[in-house]
């Protein structure tokens, strides 16, 4: 059975958050688990403003958690299995085939 509208719609929000060299390099740091946003800024070599940008658009589309405690903001992935998804797009950017580069 098709999916339907809103479950597409969804899953291009997903892959949209995702499709940006700065956010995917903060999934990625972000499967270690959680970050502070002034590390994620460190990490990313943008200024707040840009990160802050980056980090709003993941998480309206559901990849990310946040969390404030005392004057900093936590980010952490909304689900584990990000991790996967991503080495499945490695191995699809590799042609599919099992090389060292997936």
């Known amino acids: ?15 949209k958050a995702l499709g940006h060299p ?5 999934a990625e740091s972000l499967m270690k688990g959680e970050m502070c946003v002034c590390d994620l800024k460190d990490l990313v070599g943008a200024d ?38 991503l080495r499945c797009v490695d191995r699809l950017a590799c042609g599919g085939k099992k090389t060292t580069c997936c």
Do not use: Q, W
């Not at 700065?22 to 903060?26: F, G, V």
């Open 48 to 85: 707040m403003s840009t990160v802050s940008k980056h980090l709003t658009l993941m998480r309206e589309a559901g990849v990310l958690n946040c969390e404030k405690r005392g004057l900093n903001i936590y980010y952490s992935l909304a689900c584990d299995c990000l991790g996967d998804f």
């Open 1 to 15: 059975m098709p999916a339907t509208k809103k479950k597409l719609e969804d899953r291009a929000a997903v892959i």
């Open 22 to 26: 700065s956010r995917l390099l903060i």
